[in-house]
Every structure is written in structure tokens, then in C-alpha cells.
């Protein structure tokens, strides 16, 4: 059974940083791109970033280009994101995301972790 | 950036109906899109992929069509089980965007 499991969420102060990571089981990890996904409270789903099965192929979207850094550790079966220079409007409910082979649609979903930015 | 333009964004109906959801692209995206299920406090659930390609277990009152810019989800035979939002998604390039979602309620 795939597994995605998130954690690392929590309460942050604008401009600090904080780290998610997503440990994966039930599949062979390695073999599959990664994605962020989150959902603001009360709000629809918005694209974060995506990383290929190698980490050869990265992307962003425009609102945490910069600022945000997505990574895995194959031997680990696990995914990160890096997050700085947090803002009010990066409160979210962060879902990982496993991708279909070669395509970028979303086969399974953890059950996301929450990250709210106040002071 | 390819804009997904999502109708309606509520949606009543009864238990037995069929109702429909409609996804508009803002560019051709040659089929490269997907439908989702998200029911309340929970994550998102792939229902559908390549526009009309029905992702395993999902039952066969789903359906999905369309090509070029024009996408339609469709739900025969409404079920109690079947009251979520709804939310489309283009995978033809970066970045991926999601529609903005359909609240699909009882009625």
C-alpha cells in the first residue's frame, strides 16, 4: 500500500524558515517524481514544486520560487521542502504528492501537514 | 501560465442525477488533464487522467471528456459518497495549475 506520510509542519514567524519532509513506503521511491502541493485554509490547490524520480529535473511555481528548496534522499525514501523567508501567505495545508511515470498528474496523496506563518 | 477556468463553482443536485462540471483552459492542452475528489478534512483522490482515462477503483458513474481547451466531468447515478469538491488540473507544461474547484452539494 503507498504510504506518504508528512511532518515538520508547525506555527512560524514571518521571514523564518522551517522544513516539511514526506516519508514514502509501499513503492519503490526512487522510481517516481515528487511534488508539493498546498491548500490555504478555505482555499483551493495550488501547485508548489516538483522534482523528477534523479532530482535532475526541479520546478517552482512563481510564488515560492526563491524561496522555497525541494529536495529528496532516495536511500531515505523521503522528500523535503525547504522553506525561507516565510510569509503570511504561505499558511497552507502542505500535501506530498506522488506523480504518474512521465506525466505530472497526482496518483496518491499524504494526508498533509499544516504550516501557519504569524507573528 | 495556462489558466484553468472551472464551472460552476457550486453545484446542487439529487441523489440519483447526473450533473456535469466543465473546465475551460486558457490554451490547448491536448488532453493533458486530470480530475480529482476531495471530501471534507480530507486529501485530494486522482478520479480521472488524459481527460477521460478512469483511474483504478474509481467507480464507472465517473466519466470524464473534452480535448483542446474544453474538459467535462461527469457523475451519473449521484451517491451519497459522491459530495466533495471537484478540481481539474493541466499537466501539459509548467506550471501545473488546478482549476479553482466545484462544491457539489445535495440538494
Known amino acids: 500500500e503507498v504510504q506518504l506520510v508528512e511532518s515538520g509542519g508547525g506555527l512560524v514567524q514571518p521571514g523564518r524558515s522551517l522544513k516539511l519532509s514526506c516519508l514514502a513506503s509501499g513503492f519503490t521511491f526512487s522510481n517516481y517524481g515528487m511534488n508539493w502541493i498546498r491548500q490555504a485554509p478555505g482555499k483551493g490547490l495550488e501547485w508548489v514544486a516538483s522534482i523528477s524520480s534523479s532530482s535532475s529535473y526541479i520546478y517552482y511555481a512563481d510564488t515560492v520560487k526563491g524561496r522555497f528548496t525541494i529536495s529528496r534522499d532516495n536511500a531515505k525514501n523521503t522528500l523535503y521542502l525547504q522553506m525561507t523567508s516565510l510569509r503570511s501567505e504561505d499558511t497552507a495545508l502542505y500535501y506530498c504528492?506522488?506523480?504518474?511515470?512521465?506525466?505530472?498528474?497526482?496518483?496518491?496523496w499524504g494526508q498533509g501537514v499544516m504550516v501557519t506563518v504569524s507573528s | 501560465d495556462i489558466q484553468m477556468t472551472q464551472s460552476p463553482s457550486f453545484l446542487s443536485a439529487s441523489l440519483g442525477n447526473s450533473i456535469t462540471i466543465t473546465c475551460h483552459a486558457s490554451q490547448n492542452i491536448k488532453g493533458w488533464l486530470a480530475w480529482y475528489q476531495q471530501k471534507s478534512g480530507n486529501a485530494p483522490e486522482l478520479l480521472i487522467y488524459?481527460?477521460?482515462s478512469l483511474q483504478s477503483g474509481v467507480p464507472s458513474r465517473f466519466s470524464g471528456s473534452g480535448s483542446g481547451t474544453d474538459y467535462i466531468l461527469t457523475i451519473s447515478n449521484l451517491q451519497p459518497e459522491d459530495i466533495a469538491t471537484y478540481y481539474c488540473q493541466h499537466y501539459q507544461s509548467f506550471p501545473l495549475t488546478f482549476g479553482g474547484g466545484t462544491k457539489l452539494e445535495l440538494k
Open positions: 504528492a506522488r506523480r504518474g511515470i512521465r506525466v505530472h498528474y497526482f496518483d496518491y
Open positions: 488524459k481527460a477521460s
